[in-house]
């Protein structure tokens, strides 16, 4: 099994930064892939980057956040990161770190077994 714990959330003016952390409590020798959601007031959950357990560390970000979010992974920490730059009031959400299995990187939440609490992140005009 493994638990979640995401960090690093909070209050940033348009064009700023933030840097979200993800760590995750697990057995030795478990392999996740570890993907950043995120849900918006009155919307779905949605799909944010991903990494996979793979030796190369496999990434994948969706394409609204390409160039701007780029997630990391910390195999010694068990930590993975979501560097989030010239933030946009549109990424205002709570952001969810996620845990699958598969190690292909998948956008669907269904995949995705085991979540963390969530962090606010308010980006203002």
């Known amino acids: 099994q493994v638990q979640l714990v995401e960090s690093g959330g909070g209050v940033v003016q348009t064009g700023g930064s933030l840097r979200l952390s993800c760590a995750a409590s697990m057995r030795p020798g478990s392999k996740y892939t570890i993907a950043w959601f995120r849900r918006a007031p009155g919307k779905e959950r949605e799909f944010v980057a991903g990494?996979?357990?793979?030796?190369?560390?496999?990434?994948y970000h969706a394409d609204f956040v390409k160039g701007r979010f780029t997630i990391s992974r910390d195999n010694t920490k068990k930590t993975v990161h979501l560097q989030m730059d010239s933030l946009k009031p549109e990424d205002t959400a709570v952001y969810y770190c996620?845990?699958?299995?598969?190690?292909?990187?998948?956008?669907?939440?269904?995949?995705?077994?085991?979540w963390g609490q969530g962090t606010q992140v308010t980006v203002s005009s």
């Open positions: 990494v996979s357990w793979t030796d190369n560390n496999n990434t």
């Open positions: 996620a845990a699958s299995t598969n190690w292909r990187i998948t956008t669907s939440t269904k995949q995705y077994l085991t």
